[in-house]
């Protein structure tokens, strides 16, 4: 009890001692400090935030994020470049040196850049063993320990003169050895393979390009920094070839801004024997099993009916789906129409966004270009740098022997006189005029080469040396020298690197549209719509046979219009929105049965209702809204048509105030208004200004006194009272007259 209460006691002292600053106070659990949620951010977010884009989703000019740097490196530095395989959990136990987070995601690097992935043009890792296939979702990749892997030979240009100083290198996470920051690429690799991230507040997603038409491109740039682009860069080259539809101003703006998409569609070809479609190549952004899952949902929806199988046989041969065909459907129509209703045929999103000197910056081509050229010529500058002070210590050293040649026996004899170790070197110096340098690398000569012969076969080498330095200082001082031999390096490459194109080029004109409308028949059918939202399309046979109505409890048909299977249905709801569909969309149905749930079907936002169903088969006429305060608005139909297939718009009409009724018609009419009043007014729609904005407030019609709205709105049919011109509106707004006790008990009254 008394350690309970001494408990409490320092509780409340601690408290107190830190009331200043602290919001709460929690035994045991620390302070809780004030501080401005700006601070907060600066000490705990953006270091996170940067250290992503940084160091994890961007890359930078030599095209590699920083885990596919270290990976390769460590591969190079394991002498896997040329040489036999390793096992990969060898290769990703090594590289944890460098990359710290974990053996999964190194090997999972590893897997996406190798060769049996199949996700690179040109892939980094030779691979063996089971390693997955990018196109297909369930096809994992073996473990580590399962699988071997080396460097392809293509590398040797990503590593090329690495060791002659070309890059900086770093300390790694602990500092304990170093790694270069870029890889010194003799071409634009950041062009060649695919490159995707998601970073903090940005992303990046660089398709790839043919390598023989990049270092095309490279050396035109060089020649010209005007050049045409789109000249020797055609388009984009997928690894899963496919067929990109050529836009070339699509593709021009691409190359100019850093950003945009690109159709890719799959390719296909048909077995006439079999009656079935093999899809050999699909969209990089996509899998063959939410291909197959899509058409299946199709099917099901009974949306398409021509298909009777559908199955993967992707096996060692490559990617394969095969889809059965019934008897006497066109192949390429039914291609044409999963192409615009499944990922067969999907865009690529570029956006060129990549770290330049560690800031991320979105690049059209011809930037990338830039910088990448202004990267390499360093690189060369650097390495001819590096040769050039190696020849000239090699030159100086070789004039020290040519001295020496002069009186070997004196060298000898210096030497064996030189009582102490130590003075040999000064004793040479002193004797042939030579510096210490000098001194010392002909003291550490062989005794069996102190001969005439092999001096003089070192100073031969004085004279090609001398010209071999004159030529790398004129390097160095001349630009175009370096150019020459960045395009010199760039030809190399693609000579011995080049392929032919994967990816085929189809032009939009060439491409067949499916028409959904011309497969799909058109006959005359009812809609009927109930109170509850409940929706039938029922043709008018079967409404002849049975036109007895099922309905829920308390529900009721609100609206019967006759129009066609390919009239347009707009469904207008109390939260101001449209939602459109064809009426092809909607089964055949029976007056027995119950009608499909519209909110469920065209998916209403929560407790959205239905308000009034328009159907239209070319958009003219007009809509009609009345509100409960008298105004009506009149919107022109046309308003409401839309080129794309979207099936909802917002702001449909007014939100200023409660609807009470909506009405589609095709010519102006007249309507009848009542009031809680009692009051009635009959008006002419030709009296309301056609208006094309949808949401538009309208303009008053019937007057409300204090108290009073508008309670009821319909179309009036001649004949309702007998002295009609008493309620006829003159102008508006009008106040409305209330019927005589004669004309509210007339039948043809209804209201």
């Not at 050049?227 to 388009?235: Q, R």
């Not at 395009?487 to 028409?515: A, C, F, H, M, W």
């Amino acid at each position: 009890m008394k350690n309970t209460v001494a408990s409490k006691k320092r509780i409340k002292e601690s408290s107190n001692k830190s009331s200043s600053h602290v919001n709460g106070f929690i035994y045991n659990a620390g302070e809780v400090v004030e501080e401005k949620i700006v601070n907060t951010l600066e000490k705990n977010y953006m270091p996170y935030a940067m250290s992503v884009i940084m160091s994890r989703a961007i890359p930078e000019i030599d095209g590699f994020k920083p885990s596919h740097r270290k990976l390769l490196f460590t591969m190079y530095k394991m002498g896997l470049l040329g040489s036999n395989r390793t096992k990969s959990a060898n290769i990703v136990g090594q590289t944890m040196k460098l990359n710290p987070h974990g053996d999964s995601a190194i090997y999972d690097t590893m897997v996406r850049m190798s060769r049996g992935y199949e996700a690179l043009l040109y892939p980094y890792v030779d691979s063996k063993g089971n390693f997955g296939k990018f196109y297909s979702r369930d096809m994992a990749c073996a473990a580590s320990r399962y699988t071997e892997a080396k460097l392809e030979n293509i590398c040797k240009e990503l590593f090329k003169d690495i060791d002659k100083d070309t890059v900086d290198f770093v300390p790694n996470y602990d500092n304990t050895l170093e790694e270069p920051s870029l890889l010194p690429c003799t071409f634009p690799s950041v062009l060649v393979n695919s490159n995707t991230g998601i970073a903090v507040g940005m992303a990046s997603s660089i398709c790839p390009f043919n390598l023989k038409e990049v270092c095309d491109t490279a050396i035109a740039y060089i020649k010209n920094r005007e050049c045409d682009i789109s000249e020797t860069l055609i388009a984009p080259d997928f690894p899963g070839a496919g067929e990109i539809i050529y836009d070339k101003e699509k593709i021009e703006a691409i190359y100019k801004t850093g950003r945009g998409g690109i159709k890719v569609r799959s390719r296909y070809r048909y077995d006439k024997k079999y009656n079935c479609v093999d899809i050999i190549n699909i969209p990089p952004t996509t899998t063959s099993e939410v291909i197959i899952e899509k058409i299946a949902e199709l099917v099901k929806l009974g949306k398409i009916r021509e298909i009777s199988d559908i199955r993967d046989e992707t096996g060692l041969e490559g990617l394969k789906i095969t889809i059965d065909l019934k008897r006497g459907v066109d192949s390429d129509k039914l291609m044409a129409k999963l192409f615009k209703l499944t990922p067969l045929e999907d865009t690529f999103s570029c956006n060129f966004n990549i770290l330049v000197g560690g800031t991320p910056k979105v690049m059209g081509i011809r930037e990338i270009l830039e910088e990448w050229v202004a990267f390499r010529e360093e690189c060369i500058r650097r390495r001819t740098f590096f040769d050039l002070n190696k020849k000239k210590a090699k030159l100086h050293i070789l004039r020290g022997l040519a001295k020496i040649l002069v009186d070997i026996d004196k060298a000898i004899d210096i030497i064996r006189r030189t009582e102490e170790e130590t003075k040999v070197v000064p004793n040479l110096m002193e004797g042939f005029s030579i510096d210490e340098i000098q001194a010392e690398s002909v003291a550490e000569i062989k005794l069996r080469h102190l001969n005439r012969e092999y001096i003089l076969k070192r100073t031969n080498e004085t004279d090609i040396l001398a010209k071999e330095i004159e030529e790398l200082e004129s390097i160095l001082s001349d630009k175009n020298k370096i150019y020459r031999i960045i395009i010199k390096e760039l030809g190399e490459v693609s000579k011995q690197y080049g392929k032919p194109r994967k990816s085929l080029l189809i032009y939009p004109e060439d491409t067949q549209e499916y028409n959904f409308e011309e497969v799909i028949p058109d006959y005359a059918v009812k809609f009927f719509l109930t109170k509850e939202g409940y929706f039938k399309k029922i043709t008018p046979q079967s409404f002849k046979m049975n036109s007895e109505q099922k309905l829920k409890n308390d529900d009721e048909i609100t609206q019967e219009i006759s129009g066609e299977n390919h009239s347009d249905l707009l469904f207008f709801t109390d939260k101001c929105q449209v939602y459109k569909a064809k009426g092809y969309t909607f089964s055949d149905t029976k007056a027995s049965a119950m009608g499909e749930y519209i909110p469920a079907v065209l998916s209403f936002d929560r407790n959205e209702k239905v308000v009034y169903m328009a159907v239209t088969n070319d958009y003219s006429g007009f809509m009609l809204f009345f509100f409960e305060s008298g105004k009506v608005s009149k919107v022109e139909m046309r308003s409401y048509f839309t080129k794309t297939n979207r099936k909802k718009l917002i702001k449909a009409y007014s939100d200023k105030e409660s609807i009470i009724g909506a009405f589609y018609v095709t010519c102006d009419q007249d309507f009848i208004l009542t009031s809680s009043s009692g009051k009635i007014l009959i008006f002419n729609s030709s009296m309301i200004n056609l208006k094309q904005t949808k949401n538009t407030q309208g303009v008053a019609v019937m007057k409300q006194k204090k108290g009073h709205k508008l309670i009821k709105a319909e179309k009036y049919r001649v004949g309702t009272f007998a002295e009609e011109k008493i309620y006829r509106a003159k102008n508006i707004p009008a106040g409305g007259k209330i019927p005589s006790s004669e004309e509210t008990t007339c039948e043809q009254l209804t209201l």
